[in-house]
């Protein structure tokens, strides 16, 4: 097979993975971003609560915990948000078309 009918192939098989790699990439940011927000939702929600608790009862120092705990939850998904972006968009990047 000569060059030009390789090329022709790569070329073709690339147009037909692209809207899949696409739609992939959507459904993994998608997820991350679903994530983040179930995970916001539910840890604002314990940070209300804890942050309510220990104004009733200052001395109980571990609602402390408890909110640093939840405020990590929330960063971890926030940057996981972020890596899986970057990552997807990299993908998107390496496998552009020429």
Avoid: C
Wanted: proline share 3%; net charge negative; glycine share 4%.
């Amino acid at each position: 097979m000569s060059n030009a009918n390789n090329a022709a192939s790569s070329s073709s098989a690339q147009e037909l993975i692209q809207p899949h790699i696409n739609q992939s990439v959507a459904q993994a940011v998608q997820s991350a971003a679903d994530l983040l927000r179930n995970l916001n939702t539910i840890e604002t929600t314990v940070i209300g609560v804890a942050s309510a608790s220990w104004l009733a009862n200052p001395a109980m120092v571990e609602y402390k915990q408890i909110i640093e705990s939840a405020t990590e939850t929330i960063t971890f998904a926030a940057e996981n948000l972020a890596k899986v972006g970057q990552a997807g968009a990299q993908v998107l990047q390496d496998l552009k078309p020429d």
